[in-house]
């Protein structure tokens, strides 16, 4: 049996280096991309932008960026994090594939594509941390605001035992004042509890970026070790 490659390996194959809303899809069609993770709300029209975009594997999920439960409403579910965490395991499986590029989008780039992203950098990069983790996403999408409700399902699943969100109450701490408009607009639309995480927390997280300077975004940085016990642009609307 041919076994998974190793987690150094598994920085040289795979760059997860882009994260987007729909408005910027089309200056990704020629971006050399091979795999693509969609994420739009239920009955959204397919994108006839992708028609344009060169070859890819595509996983495509519905579901709302909501938090709470409400009429008409499609919350993300277990299930759709567990597939979000298998297209992820995808990528490493054949290791006779060459680079992997990887896209994420929602509508706004903002929150359930930065959830996203967050559990797939934790998955391939098993040496950061947690606060690691979000300091590698906001290198790669600064305008991150994750949705908890998809953190909270990938920290059970990726066993972290509290830790991410934990690390998400420390990301949104550091977020309010640097994109105040978007934390403003989660509070007042249904997502007030997590900005209300952000006052239990420290603002702990900064943007990771390599000795060189270089953004994480081109797979090339370690990041921080796990120490202990582990301790954009989009547009705001409608659709996160």
């Known amino acids: 049996m041919e076994s998974l490659p ?21 200056t990704h069609s020629r971006s050399g991309l091979t795999h693509v993770l969609s994420i739009l709300d239920p009955h959204y029209p397919k994108p006839e932008v ?47 594939l060459g680079q992997r590029v990887v896209l994420v989008h929602c509508h706004a780039g903002i929150s359930r594509s930065t959830g996203a992203m967050a559990m797939l950098i934790a998955q ?3 040496e950061l941390d947690e606060e690691g983790v979000f300091e590698r996403l906001i290198a790669i999408r600064p305008r991150a605001w994750p949705n908890s409700r998809m953190i909270g399902y990938a920290d059970d699943l990726q066993r972290r035992k509290g830790r991410l969100i934990e690390a998400l109450a420390g990301l949104y701490r550091a977020q309010i004042p640097r994109i105040p408009e978007i934390a403003e607009y989660m509070r007042d639309n249904g997502r007030r509890r997590e900005y209300e995480m952000a006052a239990q927390a420290r603002p702990s997280v900064e943007p990771y970026r390599t000795d060189a300077g270089r953004s994480p975004a081109s797979g090339k ?14 547009r705001v609307g409608k659709g996160k």
């Open 6 to 26: 190793s987690p150094m390996k598994r920085l040289a194959m795979t760059s997860l280096r882009i994260v987007c809303g729909l408005d910027e899809l089309a």
């Open 50 to 96: 992708f028609s344009a975009f060169d070859e890819h594997d595509k996983l495509e999920l519905r579901f709302h960026g909501a938090i709470e439960p409400k009429r008409g409403v499609r919350l993300p579910r277990e299930k759709d994090v567990a597939a979000i965490l298998e297209f992820g395991e995808r990528l490493h499986a054949a290791p006779n």
């Open 124 to 126: 391939a990069h098993p």
């Open 221 to 234: 940085g370690q990041g921080r070790a796990r120490e202990g016990s582990g301790k954009g642009q989009g």
